[in-house]
């Protein structure tokens, strides 16, 4: 059973960066694509960034591309997801997920992490 824990969520001023981390347990990390998701009060959930299993692609949502980073260490079992130039648009409750080989998809993923919030002050 896979069983993911995301950290590294909290309160930024708009412009700041925070640092997600996601640690995962129970399976081979790196027989699983990873992927960020993000649901705002109100909203679905969206994906916002994924990295594959094998050659570590990596593929973002538009409207952080250029400004959010997703890495994945398989050494530590661990995927991040660096977020910088954040605005108010981007607070949300951010999931982790994963998908054994496979694409990274929000109706699609294997295990669900249980989220951790960011807030965006102005």
């Known amino acids: 059973q896979v069983q993911l824990v995301e950290s590294g969520g909290g309160l930024v001023q708009a412009g700041g960066s925070l640092r997600l981390s996601c640690a995962f347990s129970?399976?081979?990390?790196?027989?699983?694509?990873m992927g960020w998701f993000r649901q705002a009060p109100g909203r679905e959930r969206e994906f916002v960034a994924a990295v594959s299993w094998g050659r570590g692609t990596t593929r973002y949502a538009d409207s952080v591309k250029g400004r959010f980073t997703i890495s994945r260490d398989n050494a530590k079992n661990t995927v991040y997801l660096q977020m910088n130039s954040l605005t108010p648009e981007d607070a949300a409750v951010y999931y982790c997920?994963?998908?054994?080989?496979?694409?990274?998809?929000?109706?699609?993923?294997?295990?669900w992490g249980k989220g951790t919030l960011v807030t965006v002050s102005s």
């Open positions: 997920a994963a998908k054994f080989r496979g694409v990274v998809a929000v109706d699609a993923m294997d295990q």
């Open positions: 129970g399976r081979t990390f790196s027989s699983y694509a």
